[in-house]
């Protein structure tokens, strides 16, 4: 009995290998996730100011305040849209520049989507607060609720939407650093950072955080795919 030998291109298991091989390549190739981490931190830094500025707040004699954060509202439905538009397009036309397609179309389907939740979110809790005005002697907010309106917030969307990312990308390291920032989003996590000088100040310290950490995580994005090259 004799045996052929097998041409080493024609070996079923190393062309498996360079198929996975040619696979992650591609995959990798279609990573520009650093784009999508510094247009949202930019557009989370610019939101600061328009908040600031545009937050309305109303004490009364007995301590009791009413805020409307009506620039929050009107900002990030728009601003939220337009950054998703930038990614998606900005996506395109680098991942083509190293001749493959771009898997972000559901990123930015999901990520418009939830800026429509936003929008409907904040028509609802602006009726809410008209009709249920909060006090010195209303009752503190349940905690899920809290949960549930950070979860709805830009930077909670945000952190949702990167979890679509992560999986169109299959890319662990971006569900990791998701992860990471969810936690500190929905917790929150303010590393000890709290200021009461006015009610708008005590937005400041979660939407700082929020943007830092967008903006760091482009950094390091960007990086490890430098150091790939």
Known sequence: MTADSVPAGADPRRLLSEVRTLS??????????????????IATFAAI???WFATQVDCTADGACRFDR?????????????????????????ARSRGVDARVLPYAITGAVL?????????WVRMYLASHPVTADSPPTAGWILLLDRLVAPAG??????????????????LAYTVGYLTIVLVPITFGWRM???VQAEFLPPQVISGTL????????????????
């Open 24 to 41: 992650r390549r591609v995959r990798t190739d279609q990573r520009v996730t650093w784009v999508a981490l510094l247009v949202l931190a």
């Open 49 to 51: 100011p328009v908040d």
């Open 70 to 94: 009506l620039g929050t509202m009107v900002f990030w439905p728009p601003a939220l849209l337009l950054s998703y538009g930038i990614i998606a397009v900005v996506y395109v036309r680098i």
């Open 115 to 123: 800026a429509g939740v936003f929008a409907v979110a904040c028509v």
């Open 157 to 174: 969307t945000i952190g949702i939407s990167l979890l679509v990312l992560a999986w169109l990308e299959r890319n662990p390291a971006l």
């Open 196 to 198: 009461h000088s006015s």
């Open 214 to 229: 967008l903006l760091l995580g482009a950094a390091g994005f960007a990086l490890a795919r430098r150091r790939r090259r």
